[in-house]
């Protein structure tokens, strides 16, 4: 406010006029929006006018479709779609529509024009996506233009190694109550037609990378461990987690009841998981749980519960007491 109380007279008028350019230019961008895209040998268009002229809506729009910038058809339509069947697989296709505004005082101006382009040559679009644990969802190949498909082919490759773990020859893939192991590379060939006059044969390859993001998991059975009171416990921890882990872990024994709790530090590391009957190798990230001094109230089932931003994650191991004293082992190890 006190900047503009200095300011002279001119000037000010200057920054409302400059204000009142930008606001007119915006307006214009949202005059509306038009998308094209192309399903088999069938162009598609939608879009959506909001005319800023007052007393004025659009009621009539006129369509141009221009091939390789050859115009090849024009129709007035009120409706806000429009489709064009018999696209090849070896031009561009653009769309002009021109709006026609109905006023209030009965002229009839033209309003801006959207104009978009599209190709309907048959190309790769690989796509990546990132999805939660227990999400569903349907992947399709990501391939633009204009084609028939035939064939689909999939192949879902998981881990550092790329280990092939599932095969599908549907055109979609449904995944339902996702986990960790559907996580990956899914890799998709489609043999198609060419659409229009030339009918060949041609197959091109896609993928679509699924990221997951969810609370921790071990993926590790249930251990059983020996052990006296007064006994350390040292476990190795593997989990995988997108996000991180928290460095927090508790240890809950069957009364419920919270009996250790400890910050770890997790390093980064290879992590093994069983994926469709196969054994693969993803990143993800490692401590050693030192407990020690146990009591008897760890005697049974507990749970080792590890977090991140996303949730939880209990572990069970079971603690025998060890009743042979002369063998008595001290401190017990055990891994993964
Ligand atoms: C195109 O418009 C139609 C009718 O207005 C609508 O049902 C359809 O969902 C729209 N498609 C897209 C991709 O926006
Ligand atoms: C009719 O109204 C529109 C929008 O308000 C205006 O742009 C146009 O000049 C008017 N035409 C006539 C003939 O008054
Ligand atoms: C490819 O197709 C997908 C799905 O139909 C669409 O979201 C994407 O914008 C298309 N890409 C191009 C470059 O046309
Ligand atoms: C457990 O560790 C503590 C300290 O690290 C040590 O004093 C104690 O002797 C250990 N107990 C056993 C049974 O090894
Ligand atoms: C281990 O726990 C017992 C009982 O709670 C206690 O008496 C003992 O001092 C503890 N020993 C160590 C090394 O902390
Ligand atoms: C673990 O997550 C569940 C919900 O998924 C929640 O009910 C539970 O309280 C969490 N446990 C802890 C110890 O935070």
Redo the contacts with the bound molecule.
């Keep these: 406010m006190s900047v503009l109380f200095c300011l002279e007279n001119g000037l000010v008028w200057r920054f409302i006029a400059i204000l009142t350019v930008a606001n007119s230019v915006r307006s214009q961008e949202k005059d509306g929006d038009m998308i094209l ?1 192309i399903n088999r040998c069938t162009l598609k268009v939608n879009w959506t006018i909001q005319t800023k002229l007052d007393g004025c809506v659009p009621n009539l729009y006129s369509v141009r479709l221009l091939k390789n910038n050859q115009e090849i058809a024009t129709s007035d339509t009120t409706l806000t779609s429009y489709s064009f069947e018999g696209t090849d697989s070896e031009s561009t296709y653009r769309v002009i529509v021109s709006p026609i505004l109905e006023c209030n005082n009965g002229s009839r101006p033209r309003g801006n024009s959207l104009d978009h382009s ?1 190709s309907a040559i048959p190309r790769s ?1 690989q796509t990546f996506i990132t999805k939660y644990i227990s999400d569903d969802f349907t992947l399709q190949c ?1 391939l ?1 233009g204009s084609y028939t498909p035939f064939s689909v082919e999939w192949e879902h490759k998981i881990g550092i190694d790329s280990t092939i773990v599932r095969k599908f020859t549907t055109p979609e893939i449904t995944l339902t109550d996702v986990s960790y192991k559907d996580s990956g590379k899914y890799v998709c060939t489609v043999g198609f037609y060419f659409c229009g006059g030339s009918g060949l044969l041609r197959k091109l390859t896609s993928s679509v990378s699924l990221n997951l993001n969810g609370p921790p998991y071990i993926p590790m059975p249930q251990q059983t461990v020996v052990a006296d009171p007064a006994d350390n416990l040292t476990l190795s921890l593997s989990l995988i987690s997108f996000p991180a882990p928290f460095s927090l872990v508790l240890v809950r024994n069957q009364n419920n009841e919270i009996i250790h709790r400890s910050s770890v530090s997790f390093a980064p590391t290879e992590v093994k998981l069983s994926a469709f009957g196969r054994v693969v190798t993803l990143y993800g990230y490692s401590c050693r749980l030192n407990m020690p001094n146990i009591t008897r109230e760890w005697f049974g089932t507990n749970s080792i519960i590890v977090f991140n931003r996303l949730g939880n994650y209990s572990f069970s191991f079971i603690v025998e007491e060890f009743s042979d004293k002369e063998n008595s082992i001290g401190t017990v190890y055990f891994f993964c």
Excluded: A, Y
Aim: net charge neutral; aromatic share 20%.
């Design positions: 895209w599209i679009q990501p633009n």
